[in-house]
Every structure is written in C-alpha cells, then in structure tokens.
C-alpha cells in the first residue's frame, strides 16, 4: 500500500500563490506516475498537471499552463505543485495521485492511490 499526504493548501487573493506539496510512503518502489487533480464546488475532478517518475517529462491542462508548475524530488519522496497568478475559478479541493505505470495520465480512473486533498481559495 501507498499513502499520499498533502499539505500546503489555504486561502488567497487573486494573482497570488501557494504551494502544494504531496508526501509518499509505503510501498511506493513500484510507484510510477503522479499527478495532481481538483475538484471544485458542483464540478468533475479533473486533471491539473502530471510527472512522470523520473520527473523528465510534465503535462499541464491547458488552464493552468504557464501559471502551475509540477515537480517532484524522489529522494524524499515528494511531489509539489506551484500555484502562480492564481484566479478565483482555481478555487477547489486539490489532490495528488499516484499509479503504477509509467506515464501520467489525465483520467482519474488510471490511478491507484490518492491523497485527501488540501482546499484551496482564491478570493478576488
């Protein structure tokens, strides 16, 4: 089993940011892709950004591209997301997951394991 912890997540005004951050243990030696998903209030969770194990290849949707950027330090078994210019429609519950395959997707259903999620507030 993985467990996914995240933390960093709060309130802000918009055109700031905030850093999320998701911590693994467990059997993660297997693990492989990771991404980070939101649900907002009435929404479909959706994808936001994806990385790779290696961390050499991202993908983005195409709201958050240029403002969010995805990264992961596997030595401590983390994975970030940096939030900039941050709008009010990015309000939502924010959380990472993890699969066992090598590259990340943005379906909710190819991933194994998933974090609580951090809210996150933007307010204008």
């Known amino acids: 089993q993985v467990q996914l912890v995240e933390s960093g997540g709060g309130s802000v005004q918009a055109g700031g940011s905030l850093r999320l951050s998701c911590a693994a243990s467990?059997?993660?030696?297997?693990?492989?892709?990771m991404a980070w998903f939101r649900r907002a209030p009435g929404k479909e969770r959706e994808f936001v950004a994806g990385?790779?194990?290696?961390?050499?290849?991202?993908r983005y949707a195409d709201s958050v591209k240029g403002r969010f950027t995805i990264s992961r330090d596997n030595a401590q078994n983390t994975m970030y997301l940096q939030m900039n210019s941050l709008k009010p429609e990015n309000t939502a519950v924010y959380s990472c997951?993890?699969?066992?395959?090598?590259?990340?997707?943005?379906?909710?259903?190819?991933?194994?394991?998933w974090g609580q999620g951090p809210q996150v507030t933007v307010s204008i």
């Open positions: 997951a993890l699969r066992t395959l090598r590259v990340p997707q943005s379906l909710p259903t190819g991933y194994d394991y």
């Open positions: 990385i790779t194990w290696s961390g050499s290849s991202t």
């Open positions: 467990g059997r993660i030696f297997s693990a492989k892709a």
